[in-house]
């Protein structure tokens, strides 16, 4: 009389080569949406260098962008310096205390017109003044 041969007992094996090329795929998505979630208000100017500048975080802040001929415009939207007063205080929260207002002038731009734009912000009290530059 044979008895039944018991099967051979196999080792379990995990295959782990699909599960990181998963893994990679989603940190490869993540690292290419966070390059998106850059908040860049202004026009794209080319800002001067500054070896001192600081970065100021304010959670409200717009941005007046002065482009190489002169054009002045508040978040991308243009306007007049003769409007400009009345935009920033448009956008400005009632029971806000301080508007950070960066100012996004380009290198080229005279130095009177951005003078000309400091001064009609000066006009608002709770407007808080900052002047974009870039890392040499």
Known sequence: MRLP?????????????????VIFAILTFFIVSTLFLTRNEGLPVNLPTAVTGISQKEPTSLTVSIDANGQL????????????QQQIKSKIPPNQTTTLVI???DEK???GRVIAVMDNLRGI????????TQKP
């Not at 415009?73 to 400009?84: A, G, T």
């Open 109 to 111: 731009v005279y130095h």
């Open 73 to 84: 415009s508040l978040n991308r939207q243009p306007l007049q310096i003769e409007n400009l």
């Open 125 to 132: 009290p709770t407007v808080k003044i900052a002047i974009a």
């Open 103 to 105: 100012i996004n002038a």
């Open 5 to 21: 041969e018991e099967p051979e007992l196999t080792t379990s094996q995990i295959n782990i080569v699909p599960m990181i090329d």
